[in-house]
């Protein structure tokens, strides 16, 4: 037997002078997957880039299968077998589910082997579990899970021996992350060495055999999953026994800010959705891909033009048939795509978290300019942001911190009555997700109506007053004060057909 497949060596990156990842070394064997933790910004992604191709190092090297690679470009890195599963999706809304696997693939077959293409690409969907999808079908017409999933079926098309998951179940719900398991253990077994990036510590350990944990740029463990707890791997993480985060659960009385929808319906994605929400409570959506949970807030955001129903704020009828109607009514969407929706993310920090409201902020130019630094700082204060990276481009931002500026230019506004967030703290970490979710309570406090849809039990559990479980396009049932977690978990998987 030969020696590990991959070994990292000493690895070492800086951008403008700070360093990103200093010194880096583990390995991963044949068979193995092996997990990377680190709370935002501890250098996990610049690593995976590093090993993809996509970034030089400054210092150290990656040996593949004994031989040292250079690792020129992503090409490079998937000549020499080491396919990347991003964290944000690359996947083209505009091609097919075929034409994006076949996309990039340096032995992408000819038009005249289309045929085994196709098949080849069924039996991907199917291996992945989504036997529904058809190869001649537009990525536009699938979820944002359903994208995330084709993603990864295109990465094990590639003929690995290095498999990168960067995130891969951030979006995902927990029986689509168990396909993406099974799918993963099976590429494991096949002889490849994957390597699993993952704030979700719980499938760390229930998936990896091994855990290196990173903390500022630097290796601070490499230890087998079997002697780690989550208790263990955050305290590793953050260098310190974290803190619970306490929330008071103080319902508003005062109904003025009742958001009131009647009978909303999407055509093919939503049957029928009634709720009256009111202001200072969290209303938690809970559903798996395709339930409809994502699709209430969507239509309520304006975004779904064939919606039908009423909604009404405050007693006033809302246009929520356009992202204007919606905005103008009071209503702000965070969407779980932060890079197709919302981030400019060549612009700096600070004038993204203003991006909103620039209206209010005055006339003259430096008016604006002095108020809109005042502004930004006190966002990224209240966001859990670096206050020194607020005149740096979004996109040099490590992908959680990228998330909070997301979540960030939403607070504070005088013109927002009804906060709607899908997916609220996805890619980030447990610092970060205790700070969103004091935001969200801060925000309900403060009199907004607070709407989120999620797919994880813990966060539907720790911030829902009022959780609906919704499947197939309805609500299954509706829990005021709290549920089991059992409960939640059969009502989106089976419904009540079970009971
Ligand atoms: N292109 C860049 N320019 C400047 N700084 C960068 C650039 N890319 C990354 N960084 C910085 O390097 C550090 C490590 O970031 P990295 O994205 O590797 O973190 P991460 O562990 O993957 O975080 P997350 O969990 O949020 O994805 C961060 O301080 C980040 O801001």
Same mark, same amino acid.
């Given at each position: 037997?030969?020696?590990?497949?991959?070994?990292?060596?000493?690895?070492?990156?800086?951008?403008?002078?700070?360093p990103?990842?200093?010194?880096?070394?583990?390995?991963?064997g044949?068979?193995?997957?092996?997990?990377?933790?680190?709370?935002?910004?501890?250098?996990?992604?610049?690593?995976?880039r590093?090993?993809?191709?996509?970034?030089?190092?400054?210092?150290?090297?990656?040996?593949?299968? #004994?031989?040292?690679?250079?690792?020129?470009?992503?090409?490079?890195?998937?000549?020499?077998?080491?396919?990347l599963?991003?964290?944000?999706?690359?996947?083209?809304?505009?091609?097919?589910?075929?034409?994006?696997?076949?996309?990039?693939?340096?032995?992408?077959?000819?038009?005249?082997?289309?045929?085994?293409?196709?098949r080849?690409?069924?039996?991907?969907?199917?291996?992945?579990?989504?036997?529904?999808?058809?190869?001649?079908? /537009?990525? $536009?017409?699938?979820?944002?899970?359903?994208?995330?999933?084709?993603?990864?079926?295109?990465?094990?098309?590639?003929?690995?021996?290095?498999?990168?998951?960067?995130?891969?179940?951030?979006?995902?719900?927990?029986?689509?992350?168990?396909?993406?398991?099974?799918?993963?253990?099976?590429?494991?077994?096949?002889?490849?060495?994957?390597?699993?990036?993952?704030?979700?510590?719980?499938?760390?350990?229930?998936?990896?055999?091994?855990?290196?944990?990173?903390?500022?740029?630097?290796?601070?463990?490499?230890?087998?999953?079997?002697?780690?707890?989550?208790?263990?791997?955050?305290?590793h993480?953050?260098?310190?026994?974290?803190?619970? /985060?306490?929330?008071?659960?103080?319902?508003?009385?005062?109904?003025?800010?009742?958001?009131?929808?009647?009978?909303?319906?999407?055509?093919?994605?939503?049957?029928?959705?009634?709720?009256?929400?009111?202001?200072?409570?969290?209303?938690?959506?809970?559903?798996?891909?395709?339930?409809?949970?994502?699709?209430?807030?969507?239509a309520?955001? #304006?975004?779904?033009?064939?919606?039908? #129903?009423?909604v009404?704020?405050?007693?006033?009828?809302?246009?929520?048939?356009?992202?204007?109607g919606?905005?103008? $009514?009071?209503?702000?969407?965070?969407?779980?795509?932060?890079?197709?929706?919302?981030?400019?993310?060549?612009?700096?920090?600070?004038?993204?978290?203003?991006?909103?409201?620039?209206?209010?902020?005055?006339?003259?130019?430096?008016?604006?300019a002095?108020?809109?630094?005042?502004?930004?700082?006190?966002?990224?204060?209240?966001?859990?942001?670096?206050?020194?990276?607020?005149?740096?481009?979004?996109?040099?931002?490590?992908?959680?911190?990228?998330?909070?500026?997301?979540?960030?230019?939403?607070?504070?506004?005088?013109?927002?009555?009804?906060?709607?967030?899908?997916?609220?703290?996805?890619?980030?970490?447990?610092?970060?997700?205790?700070?969103?979710?004091?935001?969200?309570?801060?925000?309900?406090?403060?009199?907004?109506?607070?709407?989120?849809?999620?797919?994880?039990?813990?966060?539907?559990?720790?911030?829902?007053?009022?959780?609906?479980?919704?499947?197939?396009?309805?609500?299954?049932?509706?829990?005021?004060?709290?549920?089991?977690?059992?409960?939640?978990?059969?009502?989106?998987?089976?419904?009540?057909?079970?009971?």
């Open positions: 037997m030969s020696g590990p497949l991959v070994v990292v060596d000493a690895l070492a990156r800086s951008f403008a002078g700070v990103a990842v200093r010194e880096v070394s583990f390995t991963v044949a068979g193995e997957i092996h997990a990377l933790c680190g709370h935002n910004g501890a250098g996990k992604s610049t690593v995976v590093m090993l993809s191709g996509q970034l030089a190092p400054d210092a150290g090297r990656i040996v593949l299968d #004994g031989e040292a690679a250079d690792l020129r470009s992503r090409q490079v890195a998937q000549r020499l077998g080491v396919a599963v991003d964290q944000e999706l690359s996947v083209v809304p505009a091609l097919t589910v075929l034409e994006n696997m076949t996309l990039g693939d340096i032995d992408a077959p000819l038009v005249t082997r289309r045929r085994a293409a196709v080849r690409c069924r039996e991907l969907l199917d291996e992945m579990g989504l036997d529904r999808l058809r190869p001649g079908q /537009l990525v $536009a017409t699938l979820s944002m899970g359903e994208r995330q999933l084709v993603e990864i079926a295109k990465a094990l098309s590639q003929r690995a021996r290095v498999v990168i998951l960067d995130e891969p179940t951030a979006t995902l719900s927990e029986a689509e992350s168990r396909r993406v398991f099974a799918a993963v253990r099976r590429v494991a077994a096949r002889g490849c060495a994957v390597i699993f990036v993952s704030h979700r510590l719980p499938e760390v350990l229930e998936l990896c055999d091994t855990v290196t944990v990173l903390r500022d740029g630097r290796r601070v463990v490499t230890a087998p999953a079997a002697d780690l707890t989550v208790d263990r791997l955050i305290v993480m953050l260098g310190e026994t974290p803190h619970r /985060l306490e929330t008071s659960r103080r319902p508003d009385p005062d109904l003025t800010h009742a958001l009131r929808i009647e009978h909303l319906r999407v055509p093919g994605r939503l049957a029928d959705f009634t709720l009256t929400a009111r202001a200072g409570r969290i209303y938690a959506l809970a559903g798996q891909l395709g339930s409809g949970a994502s699709d209430v807030l969507r309520l955001a #304006g975004l779904h033009a064939r919606a039908t #129903g009423s009404q704020l405050r007693d006033r009828a809302v246009a929520f048939r356009s992202p204007v919606a905005a103008r $009514a009071g209503i702000a969407f965070v969407s779980n795509d932060r890079k197709g929706e919302g981030l400019f993310l060549d612009k700096p920090v600070a004038g993204n978290l203003v991006a909103t409201r620039l209206d209010r902020l005055g006339r003259g130019p430096l008016v604006a002095g108020r809109e630094r005042r502004t930004a700082r006190s966002l990224a204060e209240l966001a859990g942001l670096p206050p020194d990276r607020l005149a740096d481009p979004v996109l040099t931002l490590s992908g959680g911190n990228q998330q909070k500026v997301f979540v960030g230019r939403s607070l504070g506004r005088p013109d927002v009555h009804v906060l709607l967030l899908d997916e609220p703290t996805r890619g980030v970490d447990i610092g970060g997700r205790a700070a969103i979710h004091r935001l969200l309570r801060d925000a309900a406090e403060a009199g907004l109506v607070v709407v989120f849809a999620s797919t994880e039990l813990e966060e539907l559990l720790e911030l829902g007053d009022v959780i609906l479980t919704m499947r197939d396009g309805r609500v299954v049932d509706t829990y005021p004060g709290g549920a089991d977690g059992a409960v939640l978990m059969r009502d989106m998987t089976e419904g009540k057909d079970a009971a």
